[in-house]
Every structure is written in C-alpha cells, then in structure tokens.
C-alpha cells in the first residue's frame, strides 16, 4: 500500500494514498510543485510549461484548490493569471 507523510496538528503519521482525495494525491506525486509567496499587486504568476486547457496544472491559495477560468485563467502554456490581486501574505501552489 502506497502511503504519503502527513502532519495534522502536531501528530505525524502516514495516510494511504486511496484514502486521500485524487488532487491532493497529485500534489505529492505530480512532476512538480511550485510554492510561491504572493506579491499582492500583480495577479500573474510564472510557471513551468504545461497543456492549457486539459486540467494538468492544479492552483492552490492558502490550501485552497482554485477554480479554473473562474478564481484564475491559464494565460498561455507558462503563465497563470488570476481574476484579482491576492493577499500580500498568500502561498500560492502551482503543481502538474
């Protein structure tokens, strides 16, 4: 059985990958995950190149999955723009 680490709260333990959600699994097993910290002003990101348009790059504020064309567009095959300005303390997470 194939398990991912895992920290909740102050206990670390590991969690099958079957028991987690399919887009959580592909942020620990994907070809790559960028972490960056948001500047507040300027909602375009940067990211390594990926198909538009066939749902293989993932966005994440703050843990939170965003919506495709909704919270952000995906500009072109390394560009990620978002529908408005995020909070200067965000954590954005690009994976794919």
Do not use: R, W
């Amino acid at each position: 059985m194939s398990t991912v680490p895992f920290t909740f709260a102050t206990a670390t333990s590991p969690i099958p990958l079957s028991e987690l959600d399919a887009n959580f699994a592909t942020i620990n097993t994907g070809s790559y995950s960028v972490v960056v910290s948001s500047n507040s002003s300027n909602p375009v990101f940067t990211v390594p190149t990926y198909v538009t348009g066939n749902n293989s790059l993932k966005v994440y504020v703050d843990g939170v999955k965003q919506i495709v064309n909704s919270a952000y567009t995906e500009t072109n095959s390394t560009t990620v723009t978002f529908a408005s300005a995020l909070h200067s303390t965000a954590i954005v997470e690009f994976t794919g």
